[in-house]
């Protein structure tokens, strides 16, 4: 009587089973017997409530309506937060948004950096802009961002803050000097901290300097050092790629369609970054497409595939005003390791939300 039981209880229990495994997982080898129920090579396939945020979304250009630049991106706990300059020719703060897919974008209201905050006797009347975001080893995020042609610091446990100078004084990394300005940090595989930064006077003879930070990602380690590349004017952007590093970086002006995207490539974070890459210019204006001035740049990963965020001067095009809107497109490699031109759309990018 107990086995004829014991039988029907695992008869009904594989007819349940079965009945669940038709509508949530995917079963393979149901083997049943007397006394042993097993499940054998069994996938259990959990879709996402939003199967647009399984399948992602196709990102137009320019991500945003707003008149908006210098585009940095930290990527945390499942959003994109991505910092801008406001047009024309920044303003009191930074403009701060996130997002999960390009699409929706939510406002976030930054109590530091401002013009009042960050200003110095030497300080000039250039407003606040191209801030350069990272996320420290020690979890951190710290900001290195330009106001009145000096750079300024911050640090926030979290992207949208409360952010606070890194110095209890106010004053400025990196005091007014040789236009300084477009600060990018650069952490290497080793944990070695890097800051690149430097601009040109009078829309010519750009210069771009770089030093090593200590881990508290604001004392200087090393002396700063130029490594100016071949038509440099602004905006470098340190990358690594199967051990090699590129410098990229703006050259043209900013306000009209001679605004482009170089680089160069070396063996170490200090160069020398003495000749162009193949290719270089890699992103530049498309007077077919009335796509002008593309520039001012960084590059994230997202899904084993590389993208540039840019800024690229609106449409129709005035030489009046500075207004410029934010693109994404994709960055990708031949197979010597060489940068392939980017090609501007307005199409834009097929973007995978995070999980």
């Keep these: 009587m107990k086995t004829k039981r014991l039988r029907l209880l695992v008869m009904a ?32 396939d ?15 250009n320019p991500i945003l309506e707003e008149y908006l630049a210098d585009p940095s991106i930290i990527i945390h706990d499942g959003r994109f937060y991505m910092y801008v300059t406001r047009d024309p020719w920044g303003g009191e703060t930074l403009a701060c948004k996130s997002t999960e897919d390009f699409v929706t974008w939510q406002d976030h209201s930054l109590n530091w950096p401002t013009k009042q905050a960050c200003s110095s006797p030497r300080s000039s009347k250039s407003a606040v802009w191209a801030p350069g975001m990272i996320q420290a080893k020690n979890g951190k995020f710290y900001m290195y961002v330009s106001v009145g042609n000096e750079i300024y610091c911050g640090v926030a446990e979290h992207p949208t803050g409360p952010w606070n100078n890194v110095f209890e004084d106010q004053r400025p990394l990196i005091p007014k000097g040789y236009n300084s300005i477009d600060a990018e940090p650069f952490i290497d595989d080793d944990g070695k901290v890097y800051l690149y930064w430097g601009s040109g006077q009078n829309w010519g003879n750009g210069k771009c300097f770089m030093v090593e930070l200590e881990q508290d990602m604001f004392t200087f380690a090393t002396q700063p050092k130029e490594v100016t590349p071949p038509n440099y004017i602004e905006a470098p952007f340190m990358i690594k790629r199967n051990g090699r590093y590129y410098l990229m970086y703006s050259d043209g002006k900013c306000i009209d369609e001679s605004y482009k995207v170089r680089y160069v490539i070396a063996d170490s974070p200090w160069g020398p970054f003495d000749k162009e890459g193949p290719n270089s210019p890699i992103l530049k204006s ?19 595939n590389d993208y540039i965020i840019y800024h690229r001067l609106k449409r129709p095009y005035s030489e009046k005003t500075l207004l410029r809107q934010v693109c994404i497109d994709r960055l990708t490699f031949d197979k010597e390791g060489a940068i392939e031109p980017v090609v501007p759309t307005d199409s834009g990018v097929f973007l995978h939300r995070i999980y």
């Design 46 to 60: 959990f879709q996402p409530s939003d199967n647009k945020a399984k399948s992602g979304v196709q990102v137009s």
């Design 286 to 304: 498309d007077h077919e497409q009335e796509i002008l001035g593309p520039g001012h740049h960084a590059v994230f990963q997202q899904d084993g």
């Design 13 to 44: 229990a594989v007819v349940s089973f079965t009945a669940y495994a038709e509508n949530n997982i995917k079963v393979e080898n149901i083997n049943c017997s007397t006394s042993e129920l097993s499940v054998a090579n069994t996938s259990l």
